[in-house]
């Protein structure tokens, strides 16, 4: 089977570390909801989740090419963040019109003891910019639909970059540097926007994972 692609369209900044141990995941006493930790999951039981609960929050470690980390399942099949994934749009990025609603891209991108400037560029070189703030977190909002490479500036050094980052319409997408890794706590859907039949239940994760 395909990988499944996915989507964070409303990332949180509630800490995973602080929320109280329920069942398989935990709970966020801020919205009263379980958080699922997908590393507990195998792909195919990520997407009966999701079809079963379209409003599913989750707790998600994403790679550098997208890839989010999952317990072993069905050969290779892999659950890929769409925003975060190399040559994702083929041809043209989509055009900015009223109504195409503005997207975003937001994400952590921590260096102790300073701000970096973080910087989206789309394929006509527009700039759009902000800097990272309380535990390198930044959101850049106001992005017309297209495709963006993602600087992160340093006081020193060159520039790291993330390429390719496509933002949909109303969208906002969660991205990170290109050398580590990212922790997202947030909603969950599956790119196609499909879900599960009513009343469905959804799965537990294998036992022992």
């Known amino acids: 089977m395909p990988d499944l692609r996915v989507s ?28 699922h930790d997908l590393s507990r ?27 989010v980390a999952l317990r072993p399942g069905r050969a290779g099949r ?5 925003a975060l994934s190399a ?10 019109k009223p109504d195409h609603p503005a997207g975003a891209i937001s994400g ?19 700039r759009y910019r902000t800097h990272t703030g309380l535990r390198g977190r ?29 933002v949909g319409a109303g969208e906002t997408v969660v991205s990170t540097d290109p050398e580590s890794r990212c922790i997202v706590v947030g909603r969950l859907l599956i790119e196609d926007g499909k879900a599960a039949a009513a009343g469905a239940a959804p799965p537990e994760p294998a036992s022992g994972a």
């Open 8 to 35: 964070f369209p409303e990332p949180c900044d509630e800490r995973w570390e602080e929320m109280a141990p329920s069942g398989c995941g935990r709970l966020c006493a801020r919205c009263d909801k379980v958080v």
């Open 87 to 96: 040559g994702l749009l083929s041809g043209a990025p989509a055009l900015a």
């Open 138 to 166: 930044y959101r850049i909002g106001g992005l017309p639909p297209g495709t963006y490479t993602l600087k992160f500036e340093e006081t020193c050094g060159e520039p790291s970059t993330v390429p390719n980052v496509v």
């Open 108 to 126: 952590r991108y921590e260096i102790k003891g300073e701000r970096v400037r973080v910087v989206a560029v789309d394929l006509a070189g527009r």
């Open 78 to 82: 892999r659950l890929v963040a769409a």
């Open 41 to 67: 999951y195998d792909a195919d039981e990520v997407e009966a989740l999701l079809r079963a609960d379209p409003d599913t929050c989750v707790r998600a470690e994403i790679g550098p090419d997208g890839a």
